[in-house]
């Protein structure tokens, strides 16, 4: 299906999962060649869930030899707080489906630090951030935020994003970078995340979503229908554009506008 485009928005419908890979292959290759032309690198912001196997098609050809991994980085839009070899971890899925597969350097991934204490880990994830900024290899946004070239976040049934869950207050943290959640409502309970001005700083975001049981919040979002508390995944707004891929199951529910 061609994409549905409106304002900096485009959304993306294909038959199966399978296609949604082969399609976010090549979108996310040439924002690598772009960035990488215009200052050097390219810095990708993950989150948890199916979709880093959905990036399983970056490590096949012609894209493992066509992209410069060199100079890729690597940060997470939310972790939660677990040992990295734990298989719950998000690093740890990322690294099995994707990242063990890619020549990154070691020194540009940055998974979060080994605490048990989620406000110690958020604090040194923050100073991570901040650390690429320092070097002026992370560039600042206009709205004075670290500016990712890339995120790549999915929702989740009641429309979290990262870890900004509906009905916790995190989400409407308007001044950290990155801040954390002892209480998420989907385990495990502790948690780090990354805050909409620095979601919403990303030049680009690309909204993966493949799973039928989160067509309802597709389609409130996409719709722009009225629920309260209005659900996290309507409120990301990057700079450039925002794309949403999205397979037959994940659209089900949107009007025939969109499932011609």
Not at 52 to 73: A, G, I, M, Q
Not at 185 to 192: G, S, T
Not at 237 to 248: A, C, E, G, M
Request: glycine share 4%.
């Amino acid at each position: 299906m061609a994409p549905i485009h409106s304002q900096n928005q485009n959304v993306v419908i294909l038959p199966t999962e399978e296609d949604v890979a082969v399609d976010l292959a090549p979108y996310v290759s040439q924002l690598s060649q772009k960035a990488i032309f215009e200052k050097g690198s390219f810095f990708v912001a993950l989150s948890g869930g199916t979709l880093t196997h959905t990036l399983r098609k970056l490590t096949e050809s012609p894209y493992d030899k066509l992209v410069n991994w060199s100079r890729w980085f690597i940060f997470w839009a939310d972790e939660r707080v677990l040992p990295l070899d734990n298989p719950d971890s998000n690093y740890f899925r990322a690294w099995k489906d994707f990242l063990s597969k890619v020549p990154i350097p070691k020194q540009n991934i940055h998974p979060i630090c080994n605490s048990s204490s989620s406000e110690a880990v958020a604090a040194d994830y923050k100073f991570q951030l901040m650390n690429r900024v320092e070097q002026k290899v992370l560039p600042l946004s206009p709205t004075g935020f670290p500016q990712f070239d890339l995120m790549l976040l999915g929702i989740g049934p009641d429309g979290h994003v990262a870890s900004l869950f509906p009905n916790r207050t995190q989400r409407y943290n308007r001044y950290d970078c990155v801040t954390y959640i002892n209480d998420s409502p989907k385990p495990p309970p502790m948690r780090i995340t990354f805050t909409f001005p620095v979601i919403n700083s990303a030049k680009h975001i690309a909204m993966v979503v493949t799973d039928k049981e989160k067509a309802g919040a597709v389609a409130i979002t996409l719709e722009n229908l009225q629920v309260r508390p209005t659900l996290p995944c309507s409120e990301v707004k990057p700079q450039v554009s925002l794309t949403w891929f999205l397979n037959k199951d994940a659209a089900s529910k949107l009007s025939p506008q969109y499932n011609k």
